[in-house]
């Protein structure tokens, strides 16, 4: 099946640094959404995006549906040690009740 | 609200034996809810949309014979690997539609295979 295309795939960074990552496509989603995922566990919701140029935050999270409706990126910023693991982005096209598209996941590792 | 739970969160089985995973909404109904697998280090690939009253769609390449889908309930989905084989061994993740568009996943089955 179809993936989008996340990045990067891993990354190693200081606590207290900032964090962003971005997804692109080369279709059209209706909704961009952006999952955690610890080892062993299923994803949990962090920020959903429903509208073009939509910019929205949840803490220290902030992530945007880009213009084109085809990218979306999710930054954090402050990094602290409980924000390690696996970050997915999914799409939505939209028309019903269709399952997600996921991206392949950012690994977040951050040192001490 | 909006909790999803799934059951067992790990199996292990003998290959050509079958094995039933439940994915329940504990505090919604769900009409449709999806099912999805997890290889180690992998993104989730859809693997079938599971409707309530009604067949459940799979997406392409993926054997409607081998992974059987029952959605008999608003608040019940089963997913069954039939006649399970090394290479079925993943993570097998339901999630549900609750209200608008939202999706909320279960924590997931671990299978394995021997």
């Known amino acids: 099946g179809q993936q989008l295309n996340q990045s990067p795939q891993s990354m190693f960074i200081q606590e207290g640094e900032d964090v962003s990552m971005n997804c692109t496509s080369s279709s059209i989603f209706n909704t961009w959404l952006w999952y955690k995922q610890d080892p062993g566990e299923g994803p949990v919701l962090l920020i959903a995006?429903?509208?073009?140029?939509e910019l929205t935050s949840n803490g220290r999270l902030t992530a945007q549906f880009g213009t084109t409706r085809k990218d979306s990126f999710l930054n954090i910023s402050a990094s602290i040690p409980s924000d390690v693991g696996i970050y997915f982005c999914?799409?939505?096209?939209?028309?019903?009740?269709?399952?997600?598209?996921f991206g392949k996941g950012t690994h977040l590792i951050i040192q001490p | 609200g909006a909790v999803v739970s799934q059951h067992p969160s790990r199996v292990i089985c003998k290959s050509g034996t079958s094995v039933k995973i439940e994915c329940r909404s504990l505090?919604?109904?769900?009409?449709?809810m999806f099912w999805y697998r997890q290889f180690p280090k992998q993104s989730l690939m859809l693997m079938a949309t599971?409707?309530?009253?009604?067949?459940?769609?799979?997406e392409q390449g993926v054997e409607k014979d081998k992974f059987l889908i029952n959605h008999a309930s608003l608040t019940l989905s089963t997913l069954t690997v039939t006649s399970a084989h090394p290479e079925d061994s993943s993570f097998y993740i339901c999630?549900?539609?609750?209200?608008?568009?939202?999706?909320?996943f279960g924590s997931g089955t671990r299978l394995t295979v021997v």
């Open positions: 999914a799409g939505r096209r939209g028309g019903g009740a269709d399952g997600l598209t």
């Open positions: 999630s549900a539609k609750a209200t608008g568009d939202l999706r909320t």
């Open positions: 505090d919604f109904q769900a009409t449709t």
């Open positions: 599971s409707n309530e009253g009604s067949k459940a769609t799979y």
């Open positions: 995006l429903y509208k073009a140029g």
